[in-house]
């Protein structure tokens, strides 16, 4: 048996020999193979890279050949110079954030890829589709307010938005005009430049093929609607607007306007799939936001219209203000106009000032149209243009744009606002409270005898019990918005809460100084140091006399009031600060003479007239005059 397996071990050798041939054949062959893949795999991976350079190079391509939105500006040859009396030249925020949007990369890089995928066209003509204001309302509601230089300067602002419009779509151009008296010498200068820039946009071939066509109407007590169907011709748009005849109705229904003009027009936008326009033209807030400044949105939104205000600055923190216009006539006047508040709840108190008035204050620009107008605007991706900043002191636009009003939906500003004490009470305080006049105490106290001193003391004390009451009010109220005035977020409602403290507190520490000066003096009457005085008088004063409390009060308003002026520099907050933290909050005594004869000669020959005193019967309540005299016998007092 050993024998055999010795005879086969060579056979065995041979079939090992012959396996391991097989096994590296195999191994050439898998070699090959997985070389043959792996080439296959990178040409394919070659392949791919070439699809998507060429997708890249489309997308460069098409980029590139953007048109430079610099080249909508009106020409120069043919347009007058931008806005007289323009402050700025840059765009808004919300405007430079929806130009942004128009030329989004990753947008084009998504419309190449559908494009090379060859998706089939669907109808979307005949689905709903969503207004471009709906899709861009979210970036336009901070930003809905511009300074474009003057009613001319508006104009020319609005023809930019209108060649922007025609570029994308057949476009419908609403004028809605105020009838006002005061709006005659604007409607005029308007028609003469609309004439102008539809020129222009014939020039620079946007308007081709009838693609702009325009529409005129009118309110005030009612709206009319003058054309009823859009019209072509420039000349007789320009006719239409020189024609409106001003009426004096004392109402602007302004909302309930745009609504009907919304709904009068909403065809051209559902069925003739034009974008349109509503430019308003008014120099008031208008009369009915109460009542329709909501239904105003819903309706303009539901159509995707925009809409433009050409208008007035509203009043810093105030509803009305004196503003001089000129009649058709030719004459001017001053009147009352309504141009405000800038913001949906009053945030400013209505405070009068110690010994002096704020004249200079009260006709302040907010920098900001009025709160219903411009949210509209806002809302509906359209601008607020101020043609005029009023009478009083103007502000830097760009600065102001950091306390721009909230235009958001009103449930969510009164969440914000219950969700903290120090916006809430202010709003509370500001819309409930007003304290328009400071009683002007006495200063001068007759003092021959310490009787007749503490008489004119007493009567000096009740003429500022009143006034004091009050501040005290306006204090209790405000105290507990200071535990949340750090979480405000906003510099507006910032600065509002701390001139609002500052203010009060510095008519508190003044009026509550006074009467602590009043009674010290009363109980304890001073001694004249130099001849022939007889009087005593009391004047401000930088450093304070009466108290502790009286030093609290004055050491708390002046950080409010200091941190106002050096936050907040710029802007009619810091204004008011200034005029307030400017007015010593102490009192002194200084003693001085007066002529008892009330002018004589005092050369003896003339004896001492009367002197009377004017007193409230405590029996009757009523104010009677009474003698002031040394004589016990012939004393009334």
């Not at 219903?372 to 502000?395: D, H, K, P, Q, V």
Request: charged share 25%; glycine share 6%; proline share 5%.
């Amino acid at each position: 048996m050993s024998a055999n397996l010795r005879a086969s071990e060579p056979e065995v050798f041979e079939m090992e020999i012959e396996s391991n041939k097989v096994s590296r054949t195999l191994q050439m062959a898998f070699g090959a193979s997985l070389a043959l893949h792996v080439i296959l795999l990178a040409a394919l991976g070659m392949i791919k890279f070439s699809s998507q350079l060429q997708v890249f190079t489309t997308i460069t391509s098409e980029m590139e050949n953007d048109e430079d939105p610099t080249s909508y500006k009106l020409d120069s040859t043919t347009s007058d110079q931008l806005g007289s009396d323009s402050d700025i030249n840059s765009f808004a925020s919300s405007q430079e954030a929806a130009m942004q949007i128009s030329k989004d990369p990753q947008e084009q890089i998504e419309q190449t890829i559908a494009e090379d995928l060859e998706v089939p066209n669907l109808p979307t003509e005949e689905l709903s589709q969503p207004a471009k204001a709906d899709v861009l309302a979210s970036v336009a509601t901070t930003g809905a307010t511009e300074h474009p230089g003057g009613v001319e300067g508006a104009v020319d602002r609005l023809a930019w938005e209108i060649a922007n419009s025609l570029r994308e779509k057949k476009t419908l151009v609403v004028w809605l005009f105020d009838v006002s008296p005061s709006l005659s010498g604007r409607r005029a200068v308007i028609a003469d430049r609309v004439e102008n820039v539809y020129k222009q946009l014939n020039a620079l071939n946007v308007n081709s093929d009838k693609a702009l066509k325009s529409a005129v109407a009118v309110f005030g007590e009612r709206t009319n609607i003058l054309t009823k169907d859009p019209i072509d011709d420039t000349a007789e748009l320009v006719k239409t607007v020189h024609g409106i005849k001003s009426e004096a109705s004392g109402n602007e229904n302004t909302f309930a306007a745009v609504t009907q003009v919304a709904r009068h027009f909403q065809k051209y936008r559902t069925e003739m799939h034009r974008d349109i326009m509503i430019i308003i033209v008014t120099d008031e807030a208008g009369s009915d936001a109460p009542q329709f400044l909501e239904t105003a949105i819903a309706s303009t939104k539901r159509y995707g219209m925009r809409c433009y205000c050409v208008g007035d600055a509203a009043p810093f923190g105030r509803e009305t203000t004196e503003a001089p216009f000129t009649l058709e006539s030719g004459e001017t006047v001053i009147g009352v106009m309504h141009r405000g508040p800038e913001t949906l709840y009053p945030e400013t108190l209505r405070l009068a000032y110690w010994g002096t008035n704020d004249y200079e204050l009260q006709n302040m620009s907010s920098g900001y149209g009025p709160y219903a107008l411009t949210r509209l605007c806002a809302e509906t991706n359209g601008l607020y243009l101020i043609a005029s900043e009023g009478r009083g002191r103007n502000f830097d636009p760009q600065v102001m744009r950091n306390y721009a009003p909230d235009y958001r939906p009103i449930p969510m500003i009164d969440r914000e606002f219950n969700d903290n004490k120090a916006k809430s009470v202010l709003r509370d305080v500001a819309r409930l409270l007003k304290v328009e006049n400071v009683p002007l105490p006495r200063l001068d106290f007759p003092a021959e005898n310490d009787n007749v001193l503490r008489v004119a003391i007493t009567e000096a004390q009740k003429s500022i019990v009143e006034f004091e009451y009050k501040i005290n009010q306006l204090k209790l109220l405000l105290e507990p918005g200071e535990k949340d005035r750090a979480k405000i977020k906003d510099a507006r409602s910032k600065a509002g809460f701390d001139l609002a403290m500052g203010r009060v507190l510095a008519l508190q520490a003044r009026s509550y100084g006074y009467n602590m000066m009043l009674a010290e003096m009363k109980s304890s009457p001073r001694k004249f140091e130099k001849p022939g005085s007889n009087q005593w008088k009391l004047e401000p004063s930088s450093e304070i006399n009466s108290g502790a409390t009286t030093k609290k009060l004055a050491t708390k308003a002046a950080e409010y009031l200091k941190r106002v002026i050096d936050d907040h520099p710029g802007t009619p907050w810091q204004q008011f600060a200034e005029k307030e933290y400017g007015i010593p909050m102490g009192w002194k005594w200084r003693e001085s003479h007066y002529d008892p004869n009330g002018g004589g000669m005092g050369n003896g020959k003339n004896k001492p007239g009367p002197k009377f005193l004017e007193v409230e019967d405590p029996l009757t309540k009523k104010k009677k005059k009474v003698m002031i005299t040394d004589d016990p016998k012939r004393r009334d007092i």
